[in-house]
């Protein structure tokens, strides 16, 4: 494991870290998902005054308690939740009133949230049929896509029998396979069991090495965050607060 | 003793009640829903048992009943397929949409189901006695006329069709919509591509109810529409004139025609998955 991740890991549990947004401007790379005083509400729940700044190509993971907002973060950046105050950036782009399909935000939800009248193809071609991508072109990305994650041969199947990993795949698929700037994984591995979590682990490693998108990853783990993050952030009490590069 | 007293304590301590009090409670229970379903069973064995097989076939090859069962399914699909044309995208906004005066809005909808049927027909008249239903008659004329017919039974089936496409939709996990919008998918792609293909049995199912009632539908069209023969009578208008001139065999005859197709269309919204009707 790098020294970052641990020098991330330490941080986490130093209340005398400095605030997020002043450690990531001192990363040379540009800043690709930038909060500016987000306020959001879900239902009773709200959250004020967000700061984040997540540099380009970075794998930043998300932890909180449950019930701290990590999710009602994650829908604000992919716009599925208006904010009340303050400005979303996305590649220096103000997306704050766009609609999720003009923020090139794909989304991994914990639960796959796959449709299960589609064939994996049809998960997998969706992003590219909708920008009006050639047939040829959609078959080519979804055949690489398929490969990097093991699921070539799942491709004819209807999402409806598929096993929890294999769900997970799928619809790591469908949102990567449109190659979007940003990719949120709302707890992508709690549902599954320790074998298929190692093995999900593993190829989000695979897609971190192999890709250029801009990962944040929300959790409860520490393990997972560990493993994975290049940032390690932390929600607590309605505030983001600390990190590490 | 002493090894009963602590295997109690290891069980958490004794009932209060026992094997019976749930066999009565089961038997209580058992006894009122077996009731009630043997009033159903006799209701339509009554009627069945009570045609004259010899009038019923009398009764079906008279022209102005087979006129009436004409208008019934011509009225009672046109009336459908109107329905379902506007319940779909309304069942949509109720169950995703939030807006200021939605539970108001709920509310309304329900209004025809709950409103007394003679009420819905006199309502519908009085709307055509308006100086803009007056000049709805003039490019078209409704009143006591065949669209009399369609009209009467889309405003109440509508509201049918709309609770049940709805609870379709329901069913479904708003989190595949949202993320096929993030993956790029306009509203339009999202319904008809991710929602539409989950709930087509709930929509046809809604479609299979809405027909049936449709084609039962009495008050408002008689209020409406009239029962002029071989003009505006459909098979429960047609019943209630047989009844009133005493001819109670021919009645029964097109009960048994209506009951039949009804059936046929339960059976049918049951084969769709339609469990809530």
């Known amino acids: 494991m ?35 005083n987000v306020s959001v509400r879900a239902g009773g729940f709200a959250l004020h005054a967000l700061t984040l700044d997540v540099s380009a190509g970075a794998y930043a993971v998300l932890m909180g308690r449950t019930g701290s907002g990590k999710t009602t973060v994650l829908e ?98 469908r949102a990567l396979s449109w190659q979007p700037a940003v990719l949120c994984l709302d707890e992508p591995l709690s549902a599954l069991d320790d074998e298929t979590r190692a093995e999900i682990a593993q190829l989000l490693l695979t897609v971190k090495a192999s890709t250029q998108v801009t990962v944040l990853h929300i959790t409860h783990s520490l393990s997972e965050c560990r493993l994975l993050a290049d940032v390690a952030l932390r929600l607590e009490d309605g505030r983001i607060t600390q990190a590490s590069a | 003793m002493t090894r009963r007293v602590s295997e109690s304590r290891m069980r958490g301590g004794a009932l209060p009640h026992s094997a019976w009090g749930d066999g009565i ?43 009436a069962a004409v208008v019934s399914l011509v009225s009672a699909t046109l009336s459908t397929v109107l329905a379902m044309w506007v319940a779909t995208p309304t069942a949509y ?42 000049l709805v ?36 996990d708003v989190r595949q919509e949202q993320v096929a919008l993030t993956v790029g998918c306009s509203r339009r792609v999202v319904f008809f591509e991710i929602v539409l293909p989950q709930a087509w049995r709930g929509v046809l199912g809604a479609a299979t109810l809405a027909w049936a009632r449709a084609l039962g539908e009495f008050g408002p069209v008689l209020v409406f529409a009239g029962a002029t023969r071989m003009k ?46």
Not at chain 1, 88 to 97: F, K, S, Y
Not at chain 1, 126 to 154: F, S
Not at chain 2, 154 to 166: D, E, N, P
Not at chain 2, 256 to 261: G, R
């Open chain 1, 2 to 36: 790098s020294d970052a991740v641990h020098q991330g890991s330490a941080c986490l549990s130093n209340p005398s870290c400095v605030s997020l947004a002043s450690t990531i401007q001192s990363v040379a790379r540009p800043v690709l998902i930038k909060l500016e």
């Open chain 1, 76 to 173: 604000a950046i992919c716009g599925l939740r208006q904010v009340t105050n303050g400005r979303i950036r996305l590649g220096g782009r103000d997306v704050t009133d766009s609609p999720p399909a003009a923020r090139q935000v794909g989304l991994v939800p914990q639960d796959a949230a796959l449709f299960p009248t589609m064939t994996v193809y049809d998960h997998l071609a969706l992003g590219l049929r909708v920008r009006g991508h050639g047939n040829g072109r959609i078959a080519q990305r979804v055949e690489e896509c398929a490969d990097t994650l093991g699921i070539t041969n799942l491709l004819t199947r209807k999402a409806s029998g598929l096993s929890g990993g294999e769900q997970q795949r799928v619809a790591l698929g």
């Open chain 2, 25 to 67: 409670f089961w038997s209580i229970v058992c006894a009122l829903s077996g009731g009630y379903a043997l009033l159903i069973v006799a209701l339509l064995l009554s009627n069945v048992g009570s045609v004259s097989w010899g009038v019923f076939l009398d009764v079906l090859v008279r022209p102005e009943i087979r006129r």
């Open chain 2, 93 to 134: 906004l109720l169950a995703r949409a939030r807006f200021r005066g939605k539970g108001l809005l709920d509310a309304l909808f329900d209004v025809p189901l709950v409103l007394p049927p003679l009420v819905v027909g006199v309502s519908l008249l009085i709307l055509f006695r308006t100086p803009a239903g007056r």
């Open chain 2, 137 to 172: 008659e003039r490019v078209l004329p409704v009143t006591y006329e065949l669209p009399a017919i369609i009209l009467a039974q889309f405003a109440v089936v509508t509201a049918l069709a709309i609770r049940t496409i709805r609870a379709a939709f329901e069913q479904i």
């Open chain 2, 232 to 277: 505006t009578e459909v098979l429960p208008t047609a019943a209630f004139i047989e009844l009133s001139v005493g001819n109670v065999q021919a009645a029964l005859a097109i009960s048994l025609v209506m009951i039949v197709a009804a059936m046929l269309v339960l059976g049918l919204a049951r084969r769709l998955g339609v469990r809530d009707v």
